[in-house]
């Protein structure tokens, strides 16, 4: 055997690394790397609500390439190589940093409703939260202070998650404001890379509609999971909507996932 060419692993027999709520990580075809599946399973509310919505993960994986490639080419690290097929993607091993970055323009959701602030307010200026990853606890909010006490991150990977946040915020705004759609506001997370004896942090997991805030810039219609949240239905067709106007998927491409698609690039 060739040990310099990439292993073929048949899909049956890969190791399954990790499963999450909407997404499953399987050891990749080299060693520091892994594949991204995209599930079609929705939640909100920790878990709480859950439901299955045929398409998601497609179109999830679909737009999260787009974001990830545009931000590759200007320069922003992120963990993302190329998408392998309609739901799966190569992505480099990363050591996870347990937190949720979010990044709000615009009131909305758990700020609006924390602070009184009426959803759809401007703010003054971006804001970055924190809230340390645990299931078990519901994404505690946290500060600096924790982060570093608790040994999360150092005050120096901190720094550099924030400079991360607000490039992918600032270049976000204006990618989705070109195509109709406020970014209200969005979760990333970051990794440490580790190559050879350097590290540096990327921006990894996923960024969709399923992690943003999306708002059409006309009407405030909802194009993102809030839909599922609120129960008000046409969440496929919202994120096709998104895919659309970013010209990834062709008019008359179906994103179900049912039968053959034409994949462009
Ligand atoms: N978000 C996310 N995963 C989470 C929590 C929030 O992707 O576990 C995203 C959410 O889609 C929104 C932003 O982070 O774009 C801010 O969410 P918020 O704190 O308002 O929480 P929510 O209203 O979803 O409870």
Redesign the pocket.
């Given at each position: 055997m060739d040990i310099n060419k990439p292993r073929y692993i048949p899909m049956s027999r890969r190791r399954r690394i990790y499963e999450g709520k909407a997404k499953i990580l399987y050891e990749g075809p080299e060693p520091g790397t892994l594949i991204q599946h995209f599930k079609d399973d929705a939640t909100?509310f920790n878990a709480k609500k859950h439901e299955v919505i045929e398409g998601k993960g497609v179109l999830n994986n679909r737009i999260s390439e787009y974001l990830f490639q545009r931000l590759n080419e200007i320069g922003v690290p992120t963990h993302f190589i190329r998408r392998l097929n309609m739901r799966e993607q190569l992505i480099r091993e990363v050591e996870i940093i347990p937190l949720?970055v979010?990044v709000?323009n615009v009131a909305?959701?758990?700020?609006a409703t924390r602070l009184g602030i009426d959803e759809g307010t401007q703010l003054p200026r971006s804001i970055i939260?924190f809230?340390y990853k645990s299931d078990k606890l519901g994404?505690p909010m946290v500060s600096e202070e924790h982060i570093t006490a608790f040994g999360w991150a150092t005050p120096q990977e901190i720094d550099d998650v924030m400079a991360l946040a607000i490039r992918v915020n600032d270049f976000l705004c204006g990618l989705f404001l070109g195509v109709g759609i406020r970014l209200?506001?969005?979760?990333m997370e970051c990794g440490r890379l580790w190559e050879n004896d350097m590290m540096r942090i990327v921006v990894s997991d996923e960024i969709s509609p399923?992690?943003?805030?999306l708002w059409d810039i006309k009407s405030n219609d909802k194009l993102?999971?809030d839909r599922f949240?609120r129960d008000l239905g046409g969440l496929i067709e919202a994120y096709t909507d998104v895919a659309r106007r970013l010209g990834i998927m062709s008019e008359n491409e179906r994103p179900q996932g049912t039968g053959p698609v034409l994949v462009k690039g």
């Open positions: 909100a949720e979010v709000r909305a959701g758990s700020l939260e809230y994404d209200v506001d969005f979760k399923d992690s943003c805030r993102d999971k949240r």
